[in-house]
């Protein structure tokens, strides 16, 4: 999904889905200038929507700490326990 101010592309989000429930947000990215104007918020809410008209149940997102806020304050994520391994 992607946002635009006229013909220039200023965010996107990419969703990624296992086939079955599972909907995973990746790559989600505003310009700059266009950060604290409800565009990440909006296109997550666009990658939710279009998951649920897919069928799944559930929607990911992993995020660093400087993101915490927006996930889960303003995109409405919930914390829940996760595992990684750095590669």
Known sequence: MCARDGAELVGFVNVAWDGGIHAFVLDTVVAQRCRGHGVGTALVR???????AA???????????????????????????????AL
């Open 46 to 52: 666009a990658a939710a929507e279009g998951s649920r």
């Open 55 to 85: 069928g799944c149940t559930w929607l990911h997102v992993d995020f660093e700490a400087p993101l915490r806020a927006f996930c889960l304050s303003a995109c409405g994520f919930r914390e829940t326990a996760a595992g990684l391994i």
